[in-house]
């Protein structure tokens, strides 16, 4: 179910130039009226519901009720995020409050290595993926061609 914004939470980002939800929404459907300097959802039917902009808020404003393959219907259900775990706090229609802390990480903040140290070409031609062959441990990456014939 889409997300919806808590008015009473959001201080529309301190008026900058782009609210944390703006900029963060892969469907550019964050909007802030600046008249009230509150944030929206301007088209609920086009969330995917990908958590993004909850996650980002600073004010904890934004909520997504979760669907029930996940939390019982009705259950409210809020991440917030450290720099090495994650909390999920859910609110069930009861009133109670559960709370599952989950690691995001295993290497400290800003040391991760794209390549995962695994030598990357930069050949946009070849069918090899980013760290290929070398994170397959095969010498080369294998194709077919248009007769059915294995080509490196
Ligand atoms: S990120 Fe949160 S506080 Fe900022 S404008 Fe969006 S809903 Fe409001
Ligand atoms: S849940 Fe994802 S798609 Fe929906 S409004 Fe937030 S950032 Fe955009």
Redesign the pocket.
């Known amino acids: 179910m ?2 919806y914004v808590n008015p009473d939470k959001c201080d529309g980002c301190r008026a900058l130039d782009r609210t944390a ?1 703006q900029y ?4 550019d ?2 909007v802030l009226n600046k008249d009230i300097q509150k944030a929206y ?1 301007r088209d609920p039917a086009m ?8 996650k980002i808020c600073p004010t904890q404003a ?1 909520q ?1 009720r979760g669907y029930a393959d996940f939390v019982p219907l009705g259950a409210q259900v809020t991440p917030l995020r450290s720099t090495d775990s994650i909390m999920w706090t859910v609110k069930f229609r009861n009133g109670n409050l559960k709370r599952f802390k989950f690691p995001i990480r295993t290497t400290p903040e800003g040391t991760a290595a794209p390549d995962g140290g695994f030598q990357s070409g930069d050949d946009l031609n070849s069918a090899a993926l980013f760290t290929e062959p070398a994170s397959l441990g095969l010498p080369a990456v294998f194709s077919l061609d248009q007769k059915g014939d294995a080509r490196a």
Do not use: D, F
């Open positions: 889409p997300s939800c963060i929404c892969p469907n459907l964050m959802n969330c995917w519901e990908c958590y993004n902009c909850v934004i997504i």
